[in-house]
């Protein structure tokens, strides 16, 4: 059976993410839930973290949402004109997929199959993202262009592959192509977007098989053109998916995905949070009172950690 390539070495990574907002006009309070904390799993090690808000909240609260993310509620009470939050992270991270055998895991019919509703079975917690969900609505065009990869008794990892792979050359990666509300439907018919609808359409392709299929939010190492140094502040906030595949042992069952960059995630990726779709793991959101208009400016950094063990 061929076998994936080692996905590559442990990596200990240095994140910063900046966000910004100047306000026409003063806000006078605000509510805020951040998603900026990376995950604690058995491949991800969270050595530091410190997250820094200007001016400073009246209360900050640090919980985990129903899906086991970090997450920091906040809120200012006094009339402020700028929001800053800067999150520093050092992680190391060790790849989980080496060797991962193309032909493994069940046929993706009896996989989808396990999420059919039986009374009185127990309960699993994957099936919540088994469904439609806000950003990830359920449609045929998608299970007709899934179809071509999941053909009858093929096996699920590599149909999930070859979907993965199909995706990163039938779409355009396009900066500022496409909004957070454009329609999934709209993006895949237009064979274009960003990272997240990448992510998006493949969730959407899953499920609509029945299969299991979470968003996941995170950061990814990118070098620089060789000769060129790496620019402070030019990175960007990244998007993949995971596909649970039963049997599978590494990434306790879930195999990630990255159609953007057609690869399997290893140890330059850095696992924010996962949830259904970007709605549940949105970095950066809140409700605020005045204000007026804004100017939002975003800056992230991620380099290797010279500082931490190896």
């Keep these: 059976m061929a076998a994936f390539p080692s996905t590559g070495r442990p990596a200990c990574l240095s994140v910063t993410h900046e966000t910004a907002y100047r306000y026409a006009s003063p806000v006078e309070l605000a509510h805020h839930v951040a998603y900026l904390r990376p995950l604690e799993t058995p491949y991800q090690t969270l050595r530091d973290f410190e997250l820094q808000i200007e001016p400073r909240p009246s209360s900050c609260i640090d919980e985990s949402d129903v899906y086991g ?12 004109d700028f929001l800053r939050v800067r999150a520093v992270s050092r992680v190391c991270v060790s790849p989980r997929f080496a060797g991962l055998d193309g032909a493994g895991g069940p046929p993706w019919e009896e996989a989808a199959r396990r999420w059919r509703y039986v009374s009185g079975a127990p309960y699993a917690p994957e ?6 969900s806000p950003y990830v609505p359920l449609h045929a065009p998608l299970r007709a262009y ?17 979907l993965m792979h199909r995706i990163h050359r039938d779409f355009t990666y396009e900066s500022n192509s496409t909004a957070v509300s454009t329609p999934l439907l709209e993006a895949f018919e237009a064979r274009h977007g960003v990272c997240q609808d990448f992510a998006h359409v493949a969730i959407g392709c899953l499920r609509a098989l029945g299969l299991a299929a979470r968003y996941v939010s995170g950061y990814l190492l990118s070098e620089p053109p060789p000769g060129q140094p790496r620019l402070v502040g030019a990175d960007a906030s990244h998007a993949w998916l995971s596909v649970y ?4 042992e590494a990434g306790g069952g879930w195999l990630d995905l990255d159609p953007t ?31 007026g208009g804004h100017e939002l400016q975003v800056a992230v950094t991620v380099e290797p950690d010279a500082g931490s063990p190896r």
């Design 127 to 132: 099936s919540e993202f088994v469904f439609a």
């Design 245 to 248: 595949v039963p049997g599978l």
């Design 261 to 291: 960059n057609d690869l399997i995630p290893g140890a330059a990726h850095v696992t924010l949070a996962h949830g259904r779709d970007y709605g549940d793991v949105t970095p950066l959101r809140g409700v605020i009172r005045g204000g």
């Design 69 to 80: 993310n970090a997450r920091a509620l906040f809120e200012l009470l006094a009339p402020h």
């Design 146 to 162: 899934a179809r071509e990869s999941f053909t009858p008794g093929r096996g699920l990892v590599a149909a999930a592959v070859e």
